[in-house]
């Protein structure tokens, strides 16, 4: 069976967001410092080391912080579609479920060939649909680049709590490459997006959506992520 499900990732709750803003005016922007001539692109940081002006006190997702996430409850061995959007202004977030690989099968609506990864950045306003299998309870973890703090949601199996170590896989997460959407081909060729189609009609009904949406000022009563 393969479930669709939404998720939104958000940077703060609506009573923090006027202090956000009321420092920002008060300090403006922080200095940008010494910028490598690249921009500091590489493969763990393709889109380099700017990851926005403003911090935030909280990363939700679904409206929720991590210390209280959404569960969403699945039978062991349910196969899962994703959809993940980057609603964010400032904020770009990098995707990954410990112990699980992720098929992006589609970016921006777009069917690409799928491309199997670990974890997928996204920039604002980029969105990509992504199924994976789960096994066991795990969380699915987005973290803003360049900024402390991470997004979570459960995925929860038979009733049990994920045990994955947050703080060790988020540490691994930001040091380890990343797969960069400018890498997904586009499917151009109707074989291709058949092949997808078929691949979930044989799975069976798409129950659910997620999504992750990186906003953080505004709220959104979706589900999908925001930061």
Request: proline share 6%; charged share 15%.
């Amino acid at each position: 069976m393969n479930s669709l499900s939404y998720s939104m990732i958000g940077s703060t709750a609506p009573a923090q967001t006027h202090q956000v803003l009321a420092n920002l005016k008060r300090t403006g922007m922080g200095p940008m410092g010494d910028m490598p001539a690249n921009g500091g692109v590489s493969p763990i940081t393709p889109i380099g080391t700017d990851g926005g002006d403003v911090t935030y006190p909280y990363f939700l997702i679904n409206g929720r912080v991590p210390a209280d996430p959404q569960i969403k409850d699945y039978r062991a061995g349910r196969r899962i579609r994703l959809r993940i959007i980057n609603a964010g202004a400032d904020t770009a977030f990098r995707v990954a479920v410990p112990d699980a690989v992720l098929t992006i099968t589609h970016t921006d609506g777009f069917a690409v060939g799928p491309q199997q990864t670990n974890s997928v950045i996204l920039g604002m306003g980029e969105r990509v649909d992504v199924t994976i299998t789960v096994g066991a309870s795990v969380p699915v973890i987005a973290i803003p680049e360049g900024k402390p703090g991470h997004a979570q949601l459960n995925l929860r199996v038979n009733g049990a709590a994920p045990t994955t170590n947050i703080d060790n896989f988020v540490q691994t997460l930001r040091s380890t490459a990343v797969l960069n959407t400018a890498q997904l081909v586009a499917c151009r060729m109707s074989g291709c997006h058949s092949a997808i189609q078929i691949g979930y009609s044989r799975s069976g009904s798409l129950a659910r959506w997620m999504a992750i949406t990186g906003r953080s000022t505004e709220s959104s009563t979706t589900h999908r992520m925001t930061a």
